[in-house]
């Protein structure tokens, strides 16, 4: 079984549908059972686990993980994940810094193979918090197949505090913010940056996102973004540019879509929630 959520729109009306149905949507996903099931294994069986190369070689384990991350689509590269795994992410010439992209270091932080304080698979609450978060991420990924933007919108309400409360936030705000793709794509949309943006010097990016944060947001600091309505401010603009441009990654226009249902007599807008969410959830 499948599932598809129901997205009638895109752009901001799309999300403000999104956030009204959550909930409903979200259990709908979860009943599906596929990837309930696989996040019910993870916490029955990962306690078990000693090492590394153990947790890359249980496939089934390692999709939780690595979904639990926004890397679901590196499970192949198995050798590359195990040494992230045993580096650690205390030096700064460990494999997971240098790889550009932060997810892998969060990655390498929360199983602390190669740390300081070891393994932490065992500790209290890590299942329980990973196979969450693979759940999430899982929905997150539904919805991103049918509207990316949206997809991004939500990972970035939920991923940006972290950088944004960090006690290094004005030092190495920004850069956490430009080493984690997702997050990226929704500040340079937001802030109305050009595509060749990234073909800059690493400070002079910085640079520049300080300039458009202190115009938008009244702060050169990311740490604005600890802040509830910065991040809806942020959300606002990326998805009303998004939609504008037409980058929302969705077959047809939220408008084209709407247009669509309303002109059909049986259409969505003669629908309840439960029976768009019933003909979504499909074998």
């Known amino acids: 079984m499948s599932f598809t959520p129901a997205l009638p729109l895109s752009g901001l009306p799309g999300l403000r549908f999104l956030d009204r149905t959550y909930e409903t949507q979200f259990a709908a996903f979860e009943a599906t059972g596929v990837q309930a099931r ?7 069986q990962i306690g078990s686990i000693q090492s590394a190369d153990e947790l890359v070689a249980d496939r089934r384990l390692l999709s939780v993980a690595l979904g639990a991350f926004g890397l679901e689509d590196e499970i ?23 790889l550009g992209d932060a997810r892998f270091a969060q990655f390498s932080k929360a199983f602390g ?18 196979a969450n978060r693979y759940l999430e991420r899982g929905f997150e ?3 991103g197949e049918v509207n990316n933007d949206l997809r991004l919108a939500m990972n970035f309400r939920r991923e940006i ?10 030092r ?19 802030f109305g940056l050009p595509t060749s943006f990234g073909q800059l ?9 300080e300039d458009r944060s202190e115009q938008i947001l009244g702060q050169r600091s990311p740490a ?33 879509m709407a247009l669509q249902l309303l002109s059909q007599p049986n259409g969505l807008a003669g629908q309840s929630l439960g029976n768009i969410l019933l003909s979504n959830a499909r074998l």
């Open 38 to 44: 696989d996040a019910a294994y993870f916490r029955d």
């Open 76 to 98: 192949n590269k198995t050798a590359l994940l195990q040494k992230v795994l045993e580096e650690g992410t205390l030096s700064p010439e460990s494999i997971a810094n240098r």
């Open 113 to 130: 193979f190669g740390d300081i304080l070891g393994p932490q698979n065992r500790n209290p609450g890590f299942a329980e918090d990973l």
């Open 141 to 143: 990924r539904a919805v």
């Open 161 to 170: 505090a972290a950088i944004a409360t960090s006690d290094t936030v004005d």
């Open 172 to 190: 190495t705000g920004w850069f956490s913010i430009m080493g984690t793709p997702p997050l990226r794509a929704v500040v340079e949309q937001a």
């Open 201 to 209: 010097d690493i400070d002079q990016q910085r640079e520049v996102l």
């Open 224 to 256: 604005a973004l600890a802040d509830g309505e910065a991040v809806e401010a942020i959300i606002t603009r990326f998805m009303a540019l998004s939609d504008t441009q037409g980058a929302g990654g969705i077959a047809t226009s939220g408008a084209a």
